[in-house]
């Protein structure tokens, strides 16, 4: 049973930091691409960034660039997203997922049905 388990949301003030982690089982973390995707209410689910295997690659999208960084650490299953300065356009829910590109490469665009595993979400509310 693959699983996926995020953790290290909360309600914060803009411009502070927050360090997402999403711990995988289950599955062998080498072996997959990773992404981090949010939803606020009332909006789709839109990817953030992704990495890919050994993570050599990393991808944004425009409005992270340079505020967020992906990481991973095959050896201890874990995937992490450091978020800076953050603003209240950033409050989602959070959602790690793992891609076991079966059917496309992997790039920030790659939608949420080509993910094959997902966690739970954690909640990152920014307060103006």
């Known amino acids: 049973q693959a699983q996926l388990l995020e953790s290290g949301g909360g309600l914060v003030q803009a411009g502070v930091s927050l360090r997402l982690s999403c711990a995988a089982s289950?599955?062998?973390?080498?072996?997959?691409?990773m992404g981090w995707f949010r939803q606020a209410p009332g909006k789709g689910r839109e990817c953030v960034t992704a990495?890919?295997?050994?993570?050599?690659?990393?991808y944004y999208r425009d409005s992270v660039k340079g505020r967020f960084t992906i990481s991973r650490d095959n050896a201890k299953n874990m995937v992490y997203l450091q978020m800076n300065s953050l603003k209240p356009e950033d409050t989602a829910v959070y959602y790690c997922?793992?891609?076991?590109?079966?059917?496309?490469?992997?790039?920030?665009?790659?939608?949420?049905?080509?993910?094959?595993?997902w966690g739970q979400g954690t909640q990152v509310t920014v307060s103006s």
């Open positions: 990495i890919s295997l050994s993570g050599s690659n990393t």
């Open positions: 997922a793992a891609d076991r590109l079966t059917r496309a490469p992997l790039t920030v665009f790659t939608t949420p049905d080509e993910y094959d595993y």
């Open positions: 289950g599955l062998t973390l080498s072996r997959v691409a």
